[in-house]
């Protein structure tokens, strides 16, 4: 693990290019909704709340971000909403029960471990926490409840499809953003449009 | 439920909605509940939609329904990963098996136009010795029809679809693209590079996207937004190309129709009913064609089960829902050098098809694989899926975004009869029950991916990438309710007519016997462009049911 992230793209907003033509009126619209009209919590517990806030803080740590994206609320509205993915494991809960029961779990995890909850430990023991539940070193009854199922295909995958999907994660990323009805011209390596960021820069050659 | 605010069913009042336009319409012909029309579909992808237009053309009346809407991508398509999941069919599958499948996304679409408004356009043929390759190659089993059959019907949808492709495909057959091929990307130049270093064959991908104007729609501006839906028509899915023919033609589509159940009286379908607009109504048909892809088609005939067919329509063999393949997705991913900034153009625009045409390997089948250009969500997704990296380490790792390249196979695996789909317990909003899929790999299916990361591997690294990681995954769905020659063995003869009920046949992809090395769509329309052939031939000799012909 490096320490503090740098993005390479520093000062890159796709944001920028709403006035051209890289945006339309229905890309507008959508984003627009997603920026101005964060939803409320209404599907969490308030006692739930914080337990899933550390652990969005430790999965996607945003200390860079002068703006945090507010996983939560997004998370929270999904689960509100009954937004679907497609797919249902044969071994898991219908997500609502599933989150419930996982941050629970979350909670029980830390207690077993000395800490008044999970959201009460330091950011380094909650990620050393993750790592166990995701290894399988478990040290609670999950109630068969797939500790890694629950973590990768739930949690991590709707945190990055939230964070990435907003412009703030694909500025940090040097992705080009919306693009209709412009689109790129120029494809070739280390080549970008006026309208793409300027190249990137990495501390170091990884 | 899904989670979508759908919009209200917009082919209604003898109006369609104008595909290459904002707001407007077309007029669209429309048939009363009550008339029987010669053809009810149930989907209108790449069985349905090429099936309604060729049998419309035919001049047979058309009534297709999709359970998705009607969109409108100059209008309705953000560039926007989250709000574009509305293309996906989202609502659960209960998914079981070693190796469970993971649907919606990557997996099957709900619209009118089927899976093909968000599909990656790589418009791939068969090799010809897999349409026998139990005879030739001595696996799987053989499709009841001549490659030579097909080959024809593959030279139709092309042109249908205009694909872009190059002027000399290194492998099969000769064949001829109408539009030529498109500038191959930086992606694209890395698959090219490892090629060339190991001396094997690639190729720029024949596309579905045009690379010149056609009608209405305008040369592929590289957007690279293809897979959650193209917003300037340059795509050539079924949804502009298709449909708008079966409309000219007298056909009427039903967007936001979802069908529940196919209804049958003396060994016969009489209809369809069909919930849209808040309330169930019945469709009287003379032939009912079930379009609705490997998992809704099976679920729809299982769920029509009565006192005549207690297993299910067209299930006295017990073939409904067997025999369902997916296709290997594993994929190897590197860091380059180079900005490559993949996102720009469509995902794959350089393929190599080397393995399927190479006999002499420790594997039954063949794969083939293509550069990648996923999407920011999409790689995220599946970094983390695979990997379980989280914090800074996965902020590092996504930083590198606009530095990776990626290969990733498309493998076909072996149908199995018990990776299959029946009824699960529990319903959905509608009422109907769920459907539950069980899928588990064979040693063949993971020889063939260990075979297949490797090679992988060894090209993305002698292109020049680094710190290479692995991903597994599957893409596409094949078979479930497979045609062939013996009705002991498979559900439709080889024009997609049920054995069981005359007047019910499949026409999507459900019916494939085995699923190729390659991605399915042209496949898949080929075969319902022969069937519809097939059918007016066979109306022709009043051997189909009719009312004017
Ligand atoms: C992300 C993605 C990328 C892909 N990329 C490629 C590619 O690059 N190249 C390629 O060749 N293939 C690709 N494919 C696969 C290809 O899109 C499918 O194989 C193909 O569309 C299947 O055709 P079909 O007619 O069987 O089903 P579909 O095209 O999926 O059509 C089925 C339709 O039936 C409707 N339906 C189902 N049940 C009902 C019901 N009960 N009532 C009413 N309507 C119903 C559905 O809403 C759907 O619209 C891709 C697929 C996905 C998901
Ligand atoms: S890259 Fe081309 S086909 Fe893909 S979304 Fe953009 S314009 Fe459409």
Known sequence: MTGRFHPPYPGWNVLDKWDSPSFNDV?????????????????????????????????LPQNHNADPVPLANWIDAALHEERGS??????????????????????????????????????????????????????????????????????????????????????????????????YVRLQPNRADAWEAPPGQWEETP | MNGWADPAPRAVDGRAPDVFSTAGT???????????????????GCGGGVLAAKLAEAGFSVVAFDAGPFWRPLADFASDEREQDKLYWLDPRISAGDDPV?????????AVGGSTVHFQMVALRFRPEWFASRSRLGYGVDWPVDWRTMWRYYDEVERACAISGPVNYPWGPKRHYPYRAHEVNAAGQVLARGAEALGVPWAPTPLATVSAPRGKSPPCVYRGMCKIGCSTNAKQSVLITFIPRALDAGAEIRDLAMVGRIETEDGRATGVEYHRDGQWRFQRARNVVCAGYSI????????????????????????????????????????MEDEIRWYKVPPSMACCEHWNYIDDKDFDGGYSFMSQGPLPTDFARMLVTNEGVFGDELHRQMALYNRMAGLKMVGETMPQADNRVTLADEHDDLGLPRAHVTYSCCDNDRRMRRHARDFMARMLAAAGGSELLETGSTAHLMGGCRMGNDPETSVTDSDGRTWDIPNLWVCDGSLMPTAGGVNPSMTIMANAARIADRITALAGRGEAERAHG
């Open chain 1, 27 to 59: 890309t507008r619209a959508v984003l627009r909704k997603r920026l101005e009209e964060v939803p409320k919590r209404r599907f969490f517990t308030r006692k739930e709340w914080p337990t899933l806030q550390a652990l969005c803080d430790t999965v």
């Open chain 2, 102 to 110: 993971e649907f919606g996304q990557n997996n099957s679409g709900r």
């Open chain 2, 296 to 335: 809704e088609t099976p679920r729809l005939l299982l769920n029509s089960a009565s006192g005549a067919h207690p297993h299910g329509l067209a299930n006295s063999s017990g073939n409904v829902g067997r025999y369902l393949m997916v296709h290997l997705n594993d994929a190897v991913w590197g860091v």
């Open chain 1, 86 to 183: 497609g797919t249902r494991h044969a071994d898991m809960p219908a997500p609502p029960r599933a989150w419930r029961q996982g941050l629970a779990a979350l909670d029980a995890e830390a207690r077993a471990r000395g800490a008044a909850d999970f959201a009460s430990l330091m950011p380094d023991a909650r990620g050393a926490l993750l790592h166990d539940v995701d290894a399988g070193r478990l040290r609670t009854d999950w109630q068969r409840l797939p500790a890694r199922r629950f973590f990768r295909n739930l949690v991590l995958a709707e945190i990055v499809a939230i964070y990435y999907s907003h412009p703030t994660g694909q500025s940090e990323i040097g992705f080009g953003g919306p693009a209709s009805p412009r689109g």
């Open chain 2, 26 to 44: 077309v007029p669209m012909r429309q048939f009363s509940d009550r008339d029987a029309v010669d053809f009810a579909i149930v989907g209108t």
